[in-house]
């Protein structure tokens, strides 16, 4: 070998850098951020948070509520790219002996995952005698019934333009929306998605969210959404914790690929977290080295979930994850992933 060569040979391996190393830079430069620009969302978010506990105290004293609080990616250090969203979660007081809980999968529908709440008793105690009964439809609560009180506060009787202007933002609740959702921009290049999220705290501990399936035919409209968010993502974080392992590190990569790239913006990260359990199950080695063969398996494993048209959630292996992506989605999702595997840096050049 001439020195020629050889000197070819290393500046070829420092200009191709490796995935692992290309995965790393892409983590420091898109994926992560700042903890100054993470903090600044978190204030304006807590400051809307307080406005709103202030102003549904005053406004319906009555209303069965806890207290709100404010959860999501934003407060586990998982969120990616821009600090730019967060739930308002409301949790309903329910009187146990008038509701009870019927899991999706003992149903018509045949939905593990959904819940239907049922009213009880409504002999003994009629109409009115829960709070919640004005959004009773057909002997259910009723999500929408419920997200269509709050919508009527929030975008209805609130003054926003007030409110922002007495805390410097600008706040108005986005129309149309799904769920029910507020844009704060609290900084003129800056803006927060607050999502206002009702949820039921089952006596077993299940949580239920007002977040309708989204193939939300009319018979699925009464559903309440078993939300794995708090176990899921503490499951993983203990992992991590374990082995002092890369899961949540490859769990914040592939989010950043699938927000960034249009063709992937489909797959969550309750999707995303829930492939990543189901691998650290078969595969031991997380060790930061490790991070690039661990991605790499990431996309064939849900090549493989994709095909089979069924991600079971780690939690209830009932529950399938894609039951709400169509057939078109699966194949689009399945191709695109397909096709990096054998050039995943490709999904880092965006
Ligand atoms: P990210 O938005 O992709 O960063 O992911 P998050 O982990 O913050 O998840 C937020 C999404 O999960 C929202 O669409 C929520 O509607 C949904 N979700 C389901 N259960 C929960 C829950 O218990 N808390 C929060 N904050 N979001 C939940």
Redesign the pocket.
């Known amino acids: 070998r001439t020195a020629g060569s050889t000197e070819e040979d290393m500046l070829r391996a420092r200009m191709r850098l490796s995935l692992q190393e290309h995965l790393w830079e892409f983590y420091q430069t898109t994926v992560n951020i700042p903890s100054e620009e993470q903090a600044t969302a978190r204030r304006a978010a807590l400051d809307i948070c307080a406005e709103l506990r202030v102003f549904l105290h005053a406004k319906l004293p009555d209303m069965p509520l806890r207290e709100m609080y404010l ?4 407060y ?1 250090e ?3 790219v821009t600090a730019d ?1 967060a ?1 308002l ?1 409301v949790p309903l007081i329910l009187e146990k002996n008038l509701w009870s809980s019927i899991p999706g999968e003992d149903t018509i529908m045949n939905v593990p995952g959904f819940w239907l709440v049922r009213r009880e008793n409504l002999e003994y105690f009629p109409r009115n005698s829960s709070y919640w009964d004005r959004c009773m439809v057909g002997g259910y609560l009723s999500p929408k019934a419920v997200l269509e009180v709050f919508d009527k506060l929030v975008a209805g009787s609130i003054n926003w333009p007030a409110i922002g202007s007495v805390l410097d933002y600008i706040i108005r609740p986005v129309v149309p929306s799904e ?1 029910l959702t507020l844009e704060v921009q609290y900084e003129t290049d800056r803006k927060l998605y607050v ?1 206002f ?1 009702p949820l039921l705290v089952m006596e077993d501990g299940t ?1 239920l ?1 007002a ?1 309708p399936h989204r193939l939300a035919a009319e018979r699925h409209e009464n559903l309440w959404r078993q ?1 794995f ?2 176990a899921e ?1 503490s499951r993983l974080r203990a992992l991590d914790q374990e082995d002092g392992g890369c899961r949540c590190t490859c769990l914040k990569v592939a ?1 950043a690929v699938c927000k960034l790239n249009p063709a992937l913006s489909r797959l ?3 999707q995303l977290t829930n492939a990543i359990l189901m691998l650290s199950e078969k595969e031991g080695d997380w060790t930061q080295e490790a991070l690039a063969d661990r991605f790499h398996q990431l996309l064939r494993a849900l090549v493989g979930h994709l095909e089979a048209g069924r991600l079971p959630c780690a939690l209830n292996p009932k529950v399938n994850l894609f039951c709400e992506l169509t057939e078109q989605e699966v194949d689009e999702l399945g191709y695109t992933l397909y096709c990096a595997l054998s050039d995943p840096e490709g999904l880092l050049r965006i």
């Open positions: 959860s999501g990616s934003l586990d998982l969120q990616v969203h739930q979660m769920t999502d999220l949580s969210i977040k939300s968010r708090v993502t989010k969550n990260s309750s």
